[in-house]
């Protein structure tokens, strides 16, 4: 166990990591038949770029996928070990990072915040979308303010979105982390735009909030009734 924490915390044992698993989830897209609703979800959102793009934390491996084209998408990624190797990953599939966190409270500037927030602002001005879990740092499925602000300073609008397939592994942790696994079938399911007036009062703010997490609760159920078609989800391991 003291060697693999060690291996895991090592730069080239993050970077091993990271590498391995771009290219398995790679094996895993394309071994996936996957259904997109809405059907020209593609064409729909894409004339509303830069978006902020929700997901919910522990179901985001295959969000990398979603980018399309000669889009450009950054990604907000925490610094701590895990999220090294999440950026690693990331990075070797093309999408682009900003290492922040989305802690609240005093920890806010400590832990990159402000820092992350001011670069995902800016790479929204510079025509980037930008991706995000919507979650509460260690409350899954309880949205945060955080992507809600960024709507309304940034003027650009929310998608929220969910990717799933049938053959999984949902793991007994706080997020219920999902790892999906190849030679199956997919939903890759996105939710109505939700934009955030520059204006708004707390009152709104937390409307556009719950908006978000209702969205995305639902999209979610949405994916796993399509590729489970049994209207609940099954787990496997």
């Known amino acids: 166990m003291r060697l693999a924490n060690r291996f895991r915390s090592s730069p080239w044992g993050q970077r091993a990591i990271g590498i391995a698993a771009a290219e398995y989830l790679r094996l895993v897209w394309a071994t996936t038949r996957f259904t997109l609703e809405p059907s020209d979800a593609i064409e729909r959102f894409a004339k509303h770029a830069p978006l902020i793009v929700a997901f919910w934390h522990g179901q985001h491996f295959l969000m990398p996928f979603a980018k399309t084209g000669t889009q450009r998408v950054k990604v907000l990624i ?25 802690a609240h409270g005093s920890d806010f500037s400590k832990k990159g915040g402000v820092a992350g927030f001011r670069a995902l602002l800016d790479a929204l001005e510079q025509g980037y979308n930008v991706g995000m879990t919507a979650d509460v740092p260690k409350v899954a499925r309880i949205a ?57 009062d707390e009152a709104r703010l937390e409307l556009a909030r719950r908006a978000v997490e209702d969205s995305l609760n639902a999209i979610t159920r949405r994916a796993y009734e399509i590729v489970d078609r049994t209207g609940g989800e099954r787990d496997r391991g």
């Open 144 to 200: 945060g303010l955080g992507l809600i602000r960024l709507a309304q300073m940034s003027g650009r609008p929310i998608l929220p979105g969910v990717i799933a397939t049938r053959r999984r592994i949902t793991l007994d942790n706080w997020d219920r982390t999902t790892v999906n696994l190849p030679f199956g079938r997919g939903a890759a399911v996105g939710g109505a735009l939700i934009h955030v007036p520059a204006d708004a």
């Open 78 to 102: 925490s610094r701590h070990r895990d999220g090294e190797i999440n950026a690693i990953a990331a990075e070797r599939l093309g999408v682009e990072t900003i290492r922040g966190s989305g």
